[in-house]
T-cell receptor, first 112, second 113 residues
Framework: DQQVKQNSPSLSVQEGRISILNCDYT??????FLWYKKYPAEGPTFLIS?????DKNEDGRFTVFLNKSAKHLSLHIVPSQPGDSAVYFC???????????FGAGTTVTVRA | DADVTQTPRNRITKTGKRIMLECSQT?????MYWYRQDPGLGLRLIYY???????NKGEISDGYSVSRQAQAKFSLSLESAIPNQTALYFC????????????FGSGTRLTVV
């Protein structure tokens, strides 16, 4: 039973607009959350993280929001660029145990 | 050179054959992991090792075994490959605490026919 769920398999967005990716989790022990980006024929690369003591973390065009009560997090990409076209995985863990559980991924396509 | 190197990159093998996937890292991390990626399922943890003497099963370890030969090397074996083990396999490393995420290799695409 997947503990991390990404219910949108794909997202298409116009260049320059905002991309919003969503992720839900079920394990209340999770207190560390990450987003990874994956291009074809490459391994996932770390994008941004957030711990449960925060509700927002920002890094350039990428912002992650955490709603602990709803067990929900989202990734905002503003503005979206063609190079952002990739698969995005949401991941979560207990900070001390640090075994990541991943969602199924969302494929983002940025249209010119 | 890549921080995490996986060999081979692609492999086709027959049902019932034993196969080993290898992973080496230059990050100096103690923790290493093996995941498999399947469409619609994301990445699932097969085995993980927090140091050379520590090996642990993940959520889908049946049919797999691992060997941690050194801090830098972590191998995954399929003792008798079956078609539903066809997948993309990733090795990853990390620091002890959740700081900066995992570093993944480029993956091994395994096809069992």
């Amino acid at each position: 039973d997947q503990q991390v769920k990404q219910n949108s398999p794909s997202l298409s967005v116009q260049e320059g607009r905002i991309s919003i990716l969503n992720c839900d989790y079920t394990n209340s022990m999770f207190d560390y959350f990450l987003w990874y980006k994956k291009y074809p024929a490459e391994g996932p690369t770390f994008l941004i993280s957030i711990s449960s003591i925060k509700d927002k973390n920002e890094d350039g065009r990428f912002t992650v929001f955490l709603n602990k009560s709803a067990k929900h997090l989202s990734l905002h990409i503003v503005p979206s660029q063609p190079g952002d076209s990739a698969v995005y995985f949401c991941a979560a863990s207990d900070y001390n145990d640090y075994k990541l559980s991943f969602g199924a991924g969302t494929t983002v396509t940025v249209r010119a | 050179d890549a921080d995490v190197t996986q060999t081979p990159r692609n492999r086709i093998t027959k049902t019932g054959k034993r196969i080993m996937l290898e992973c080496s890292q230059t990050k100096g991390h103690d923790r290493m992991y093996w995941y498999r990626q399947d469409p619609g399922l994301g990445l699932r943890l097969i085995y993980y090792s927090f140091d050379v003497k520590d090996i642990n099963k993940g959520e889908i370890s049946d049919g797999y075994s691992v060997s941690r030969q050194a801090q830098a090397k972590f191998s995954l074996s399929l003792e008798s490959a079956i078609p539903n083990q066809t997948a993309l396999y990733f090795c990853a490393t990390s620091e002890a605490r959740g700081n900066g995420g995992y570093t993944f290799g480029s993956g091994t695409r395994l096809t069992v026919v």
